[in-house]
């Protein structure tokens, strides 16, 4: 006897062996039993999952010689002819190879004459949107008002090209893909009362290889069998796909995991062995990081339709929900990048060496001794003497704005400068320019002198300068009034000297001792405790609600608590803990924020600040002067405070 595929082989022949498509029976069942029967269905769907032998499996129910029923016989002769497909009163047209509108008209001819043996005269059109347009008008009317003993069953994986005209005739039925569970499931079936042996590992690649396509997923089956030799192994069916096992590329997640380089570059070593498409391999990755971020915020929502549920659930508990982001990011951007990198393996490999680099867990979390040495730094700086400024001039300038650096030159001795001078239309460029230079000079020594707190050292003012000799270059002749130089201090001199935006309050120099905390002193210890990251940003929106012994319950503002979780609660714990020297129990529950917060206090002095420096700037007489004379315009947005 000839060998059958098991794509033709299995194909189930009722309503009950079909393999999801519920959302179909249903209605297709609901209709038989009680006799609502239409007279043209159109199944719509992709490659494979089960248009044509729904259809088939319809026409039994409506010629089964036991009658009208979605529960066929399968042993009368009309079931057995169908199965058999010599079924005379099924007419199965291909309308790929019969496009013309003269095949059409042939095939509706026929429509008026009974059924020969059957009950109806069933047409299955199988690709029906490969019609031509004169096909389908042709086959409009008869679609519309058939004859009873008349039923059409139209199948196409494409109906976007099908006209409206057509559609609105028939009972349309969208077929689902076929998820790689259910194509598991299905195999193991066939391959238990086949007598194969197998590998559940193997066949969940044929699943993800199926692309929600049963009837591929046999078909992939069958080459497997011949290729592993009567039976399917992950090794075997990974080298007939040319692909790399799922479990390779959650190893290669698990070494992400572990934050370890050398074992990240030798896991990679390894799958370089089996020659991979790394494109393909970064895309694993992303489709196991999306998995276990679902899995880290909603554990229950992790459906095993990978067959790697314990693996995700197990990498859930092992990485951060930040690591998790951050990797998806970064894969991302790597296989948008992958194209460009000189070799893909050295493309991939940088990817994972980047993720590793950038992970939060890279960042540390500020301890004690830098705060506590911060501490001692600022009231050092609380107690050092005031920087000493130069003496005012006679036009009685305001204080300018002190910059703090780090590293600063000795300050130079400036030569004299004449401001005085008239100008004059007669100006040699070489004069004028080295003017221009030693003037920015003056400006660097004056800044550096009043960074190192000294006052600057420029020569006494001579009492007569000699004139330029004039030379003949005549400048334009609308030439700007000359302003006077000045030091580049004096241009941030009314920009108010404030804090930086990221300082809410000074630091104290003690501690806050836990039975002193209150709502109203949250700003300040906040500022202050050891947080980094997402943490310090969720904690940032949180209130103090109320002080019970050593527990502390807080509110956060529910705009916010989207990324909250445990891990979040603990870290916050271990921070309070480390502050007041004493273990800390919080309790921190969503609503709404009747206070402000810290971020709402450091946005409030942000918005503050920004608008004393805009408001500086439009009061300042030279800028004004320089907006008058070039017709200039202030942009605000571009203005910054000085930190």
């Known amino acids: ?248 590329v959650l190893n290669v997640v698990s070494a992400l995991a572990t934050g370890d380089a050398s074992n990240v570059l030798s896991t990679v070593a390894g799958l370089a062995e089996h020659g991979p498409d790394y494109a393909s391999v970064l895309a694993d990755m992303l489709s196991v990081l999306h998995r276990v971020a679902i899995a880290q915020a909603v554990p229950d929502a992790v459906d095993n339709s990978q067959g790697d549920r314990e693996n995700v659930l197990s990498l859930a508990r092992q990485m951060t929900a930040e690591d998790v982001q951050l990797y998806y990011q970064s894969g991302l951007i790597g296989r948008r990048d992958l194209p460009l990198s000189p070799d893909p393996r050295t493309g991939f490999e940088v990817v994972m060496l980047r993720m590793l680099a950038f992970r939060p867990d890279g960042v540390p979390v500020a301890p004690v001794q830098p705060l506590q040495q911060g501490r001692a730094s600022a009231g050092q700086m609380d107690s050092s003497p005031a920087v000493s400024q130069p003496e005012q001039s006679e036009r009685e300038e305001p204080e300018p704005a002190v910059r703090m650096a780090q590293e600063v030159p000795e300050p130079v001795q400036q030569e004299p400068v004449q401001q005085e001078s008239a100008p004059s239309p007669l100006v040699d460029p070489d004069a004028f320019n080295a003017l221009a230079a ?112 050593h527990r502390l319950t807080m509110v956060l503002d529910q705009n916010h608590d989207t990324l909250y979780n445990d891990t979040h609660r603990l870290r916050m714990e271990a921070a309070l803990s480390e502050y007041f020297d004493t273990s800390v129990t919080l309790t921190v529950t969503p609503g709404v924020a009747d206070r402000e917060t810290p971020a709402a206090w450091r946005e409030r002095r942000r918005q503050e600040r920004q608008q004393e420096a805009v408001n500086s700037i439009y009061a300042d007489e030279r800028v004004q002067t320089l907006v008058s004379t070039f017709s200039g315009t202030i942009l605000d947005h571009t203005i910054e405070p000085v930190d």
């Open 1 to 248: 006897m000839s060998y059958q595929v098991l794509a033709r082989k299995w194909r189930p022949r009722t309503f009950k062996e079909l393999v999801g498509q519920v959302h179909v029976l249903q209605a297709l069942i609901n209709a038989l039993d009680s006799g609502r029967l239409h007279h043209a269905y159109l199944f719509t769907g992709t490659r494979g999952v089960g248009k044509t032998t729904i259809a088939r499996i319809l026409a039994k129910c409506l010629n089964c010689e036991t009658g009208v029923t979605s529960e066929p016989c399968g042993q009368c002769s009309a079931c057995q002819e169908i199965d058999e497909g010599r079924f005379v009163d099924l007419i199965e047209v291909d309308a790929a190879s019969r496009t013309k509108v003269e095949d059409t008209r042939e095939l509706l001819d026929n429509v008026q004459y009974a059924p020969t043996c059957g009950r109806f005269k069933i047409y299955l059109i199988d690709e029906v949107h490969m019609l031509s347009q004169h096909s389908f008008n042709a086959l409009l009317k008869t679609l519309e008002e058939p004859p009873p003993h008349v039923k059409f069953l139209l199948a196409t994986t494409d109906p976007q090209k099908l006209p409206i005209t057509i559609l609105s005739r028939c009972l349309q039925f969208s077929l689902k893909n076929m998820s790689p569970e259910k194509v598991v499931g299905h195999l193991q079936d066939v391959l238990d009362k086949e007598g194969i042996p197998y590998e559940s590992s193997a066949l969940w690649q044929l699943g993800r290889a199926a692309d929600g396509s049963m009837r591929d997923a046999l078909s992939l089956t069958d080459q497997a069998i011949a290729f592993c030799d009567n039976t399917i192994t992950e090794q075997g069916v990974s080298a007939m796909l040319g692909t790399i096992d799922r479990s390779q």
């Open 438 to 549: 030693e003037s920015i000079e003056q400006e660097s020594s004056l800044q550096e002198s009043v960074v190192l707190g000294e006052p600057a050292i420029v020569a006494p003012e001579p009492e007569s300068v000699q004139p330029e000799p004039e030379v003949a270059v005549t400048l334009p002749e609308v030439v700007a009034p000359e302003l006077p130089v000045t030091p580049e201090t004096t241009m941030q001199e009314n920009v108010a000297p404030e804090p930086a935006a990221e300082e809410i309050l000074p630091p104290s120099t003690e501690r806050l001792p836990l039975s002193a905390l209150t709502p109203d002193s949250w700003i300040a210890v906040f500022q202050e405790l050891p947080l980094a990251g997402v943490t310090r940003t969720i904690a940032s929106y949180c209130l103090l609600e109320a002080v019970d012994g």
